[in-house]
């Protein structure tokens, strides 16, 4: 009895949802099969070899792919890219650069990674998986010393377009980056026939604005995957104090000074 009741504790004390980067072929396959699920057949994505099964681009290759897992079933039931400055000479550029000239922000001091391409199974989008993966992008930034974090967050428009516009119109008068680094869309998303209301913010993006992100500038279109993305910054000195303690493991800014930044 005395081992079952320690089997039990140990059991009990192992977390269901963990973080990994891929190491194998067939773990980044897992990802791969994941995106497509999400993407294509459920958002209903244009892509090259749709009926392969896999979501892939030219980008994969040279991403890390960091996936959430559940350890009860062995599922991936998250994932997303990371792609960080040491490799985009092989790409051309992040992804974010396809979209927006990034010129201002890029040209910041620090080191930069990019994560793209975030999706979750349907099944846990109502848990905290959202919250695994930034722990296992947290990770990475402090192991490897990123100053800058990047990246797209999407807005469907399945409700149309007026709900991205007022997502937008929400986040720049609250969440807008400094004038000296916007950003602009190489596609603009089209005008809106109607005002409508911003709703809830996607979980991504309400991610990044919990952890002291900034929004660039106007969304993109991107009428292949059907969504408006917005391009997000955070300066991992400007660091959410809130968040700061559990997202990096550090002590949080002063006050004084994060009231000046934001």
């Excluded at 504790?9 to 980067?21: C, F, G, H, Q």
């Excluded at 009926?51 to 040279?62: I, K, P, V, Y």
């Excluded at 969504?227 to 004084?256: E, I, K, S």
Aim: net charge neutral; aromatic share 6%; glycine share 8%.
């Amino acid at each position: 009895m005395a081992t079952a009741a320690r089997d039990v504790t140990r059991l009990t004390r192992t977390p269901r949802l963990v973080t990994a980067l891929a190491q194998q072929p067939d773990e980044v396959t897992e990802s791969l099969a994941l995106r497509h699920r999400v993407f294509v057949r459920e958002m209903g994505a244009r892509v090259e070899n749709a009926d392969s099964g896999l979501e892939r681009d030219a980008f994969d290759t040279h991403c890390r792919h960091l996936l959430v897992r559940d350890t009860w079933t062995g599922a991936v039931v998250a994932s997303t890219r990371i792609l960080t400055d040491d490799r985009i000479e092989a790409t051309g550029g992040f992804y974010s650069a396809g979209e927006f000239d990034l010129d201002a922000v890029l040209g910041l001091p620090g080191r930069f990674m990019e994560i793209g391409r975030t999706c979750v199974h349907p099944d846990y989008r109502r848990g905290g998986v959202i919250a695994v993966l930034w722990s296992g992008v947290s990770d990475l930034i402090r192991r490897e010393g990123y100053q800058h974090l990047i990246g797209c967050a999407s807005i469907e428009l399945d409700q149309g377009l007026g709900r991205a516009h007022a997502i937008y119109r929400y986040l720049a008068d609250n969440h807008m980056g400094p004038g000296s680094q916007r950003v602009v869309p190489r596609l603009a998303l089209p005008a809106a026939d109607a005002a409508a209301s911003p709703g809830r913010l996607p979980p991504l993006l309400k991610a990044y604005i919990s952890l002291g992100a900034r929004v660039g500038g106007p969304p993109c279109w991107d009428p292949d995957f059907g969504v408006a993305d917005l391009f997000m910054h955070l300066d991992v000195a400007n660091l959410c104090p809130r968040y700061a303690r559990h997202f990096l493991h550090r002590q949080p800014q002063p006050a004084r000074r994060m009231a000046a930044i934001a």
